[in-house]
């Protein structure tokens, strides 16, 4: 089984790339991250014509998280025991965003993941991205102790770098989010749940990344970070044959063409 991630931002304009992709890939399962849209807006003929079931939760503009598999598609839940929830405005209650989906495909549990952004060290939201990866980490350490032998991949936008290597500059990065020490530890905590990255294995090395800014060219004078990733259960872990960062997608078109995604896609072979 091929299992991929990929934070789209935004399905609607990018679905043409993505289902494309999906064909020459020969993808069985893609968590997709940032689909910014509604359920009822989500393009799911596309996916359909390719023989590909979708599961979405997405409640506006922002965030959205989605599997599409053409192996099964059970089981869905939206959201993990104890997420945290999250408003900007006082005046508006707090509710859980559309940030994890999981679902059974092909034997496979799968969660897609869009981990909170963090903003700013000051900012309120960085204090709920280490809560919503705590809860996360409680839920997921839970799952393999219920069941050991189960084949769990939590994937998807992580928005941490967890070493230095994994992003072009630490001068540039220097007291901002996403390679703060709490940020980090409370990745490597997933360690602690038993969950391990599988595709680093396949991709070593300093300059090794899943995202470039649009802005300053940073693609081309590969300024980038590495933030995307597919951490494993046991169970998963020791059948990954393969792993791979398919930069080729982040690459910019032809003038003209709808732009590539911010992200690359990240895939494993089971």
């Not at 959201?79 to 999981?102: C, M, N």
């Not at 090395?205 to 933030?227: H, N």
């Amino acid at each position: 089984m091929r299992l991929a991630t990929w934070n789209v931002n935004s399905i609607r304009t990018r679905v043409d790339r993505v289902v494309d992709w999906l064909e020459r890939a020969d993808v069985d399962v893609l968590a997709m991250q940032e689909t910014k849209c509604t359920d009822a807006q989500f393009p799911s003929m596309p996916f359909a014509a390719l023989g590909y079931e979708i599961a979405h939760v997405g409640l506006n503009q922002w965030n959205g998280v989605a599997i599409a598999s053409r192996v099964g598609l059970d089981n869905v839940e939206v959201g993990f025991e104890g997420q945290p929830t999250w408003s900007a405005k006082p005046d508006v209650e707090a509710a859980a965003e559309a940030r994890a989906l999981g679902a059974t495909c092909g034997g496979v549990r799968v969660w897609s993941l869009y981990v909170p952004n963090g903003r700013s060290l000051e900012d309120p939201h960085y204090a709920y991205k280490l809560e919503w990866l705590a809860a996360l980490q409680k839920s997921a350490a839970s799952w393999v102790a219920d069941d050991p032998s189960a084949p769990i991949a939590l994937v998807g936008d992580w928005n941490i770098a967890p070493f230095d290597e994994d992003v072009w500059d630490m001068a540039a990065f220097e007291g901002r989010t996403h390679v703060s020490e709490p940020e980090r530890a409370a990745f490597q905590a997933m360690g602690d749940a038993q969950f391990t990255d599988v595709v680093r294995p396949f991709t070593p090395g300093p300059g090794i990344y899943t995202y470039w800014d649009y802005t300053q060219l940073a693609f081309q004078k590969r300024r980038g970070m590495r933030i995307d990733f597919i951490l494993g259960s046991p169970a998963l872990a020791q059948r990954v044959t393969h792993a791979e960062i398919v930069k080729d997608e982040r690459r910019p078109g032809k003038k003209g063409s709808i732009a590539p995604s911010d992200h690359a896609p990240v895939l494993i072979d089971i």
